[in-house]
């Protein structure tokens, strides 16, 4: 069974940058899709990025332009470098990885696991 475990979350100042990992307990990249999602309080999870097994990768609009997503295959482990991080886009932050169903459609629903979360809270 995958585990993913998520680091990397802390709190900034509107502007800041920080950079999320996913490390996952077996490889996973040639074989599901992957992606990083956000929930704040009183919302509904978002798909912020994925990457499906071809290396083809989706955004979220909002974050187009400030966020990477990218794979150490090799480490088993997914990233996710946010840059200009804007107050609304504190939240928890999870990583996910599930069936190709999962990077067309972008939903959570089609993301079977999960990591427990990290939490990226922004200050203006």
């Known amino acids: 069974q995958v585990q993913l475990v998520e680091s990397g979350g802390g709190s900034v100042q509107a502007g800041g940058s920080l950079k999320l990992t996913c490390a996952a307990s077996?490889?996973?990249?040639?074989?599901?899709?992957v992606g990083w999602f956000r929930q704040a309080p009183g919302k509904e999870r978002e798909a912020v990025a994925t990457?499906?097994?071809?290396?083809?990768?989706k955004y979220l609009d909002a974050v187009k332009g400030r966020f990477t997503i990218s794979q150490d295959n090799a480490r088993n482990t997914l990233y996710l470098q946010m840059n200009s991080l804007k107050p609304e886009e504190t939240a928890m932050y999870y990583c996910?990885?599930?069936?190709?169903?999962?990077?067309?459609?972008?939903?959570?629903?089609?993301?079977?696991?999960w990591g427990q979360g990290t939490q990226v809270t922004v200050s203006s």
């Open positions: 077996v490889s996973i990249f040639n074989s599901y899709c």
């Open positions: 990457i499906d097994r071809d290396g083809r990768t």
């Open positions: 996910a990885a599930g069936g190709n169903s999962g990077c067309s459609s972008g939903s959570a629903s089609g993301f079977g696991t």
